[in-house]
């Protein structure tokens, strides 16, 4: 299974982006997707992830600026991310857990830098 993350960019503060990652390969079932991020000397953390069920979770850090949506025909994920801030500068790596033992398999990762 390969992740392949994508819409990452420069943007300035208060604007938007939209992530996107397809899963391809053989993948059997995919459970949950989820968006993470890593900032420079921090841990990577959680940012959104929706279950096969369709319910979403946020980091409180992004709640009402961050929507996760998933398209299971096209075994996509995306994170449409609104009214930016430089805090959200990171490094953003999906992530899918798939399969009958639940693996988990990650993106390459996408650069996000909001400028102030």
């Known amino acids: 299974v390969q992740l392949q993350a994508s819409g990452g960019g420069l943007v300035q503060a208060g604007g938007s982006l939209r992530l996107s990652c397809a899963a391809s390969g053989s993948i059997r079932s995919i459970n949950s997707m989820g968006w993470y991020r890593q900032a420079p000397r921090k841990l990577r953390e959680l940012v959104a992830g929706i279950t096969s069920g369709g319910s979403a979770n946020y980091a409180d850090s992004v709640k009402g600026r961050f929507t996760i949506s998933r398209d299971d025909a096209k075994n996509t994920v995306d994170l449409q991310m609104n009214s930016l801030k430089p805090e959200d500068t990171a490094v953003y790596y999906c992530?899918?857990?798939?399969?009958?033992?639940?693996?988990?398999?990650w993106g390459q990762g996408t650069l996000v830098t909001v400028s102030s």
């Open positions: 992530k899918v857990i798939a399969g009958t033992y639940n693996y988990a398999y």
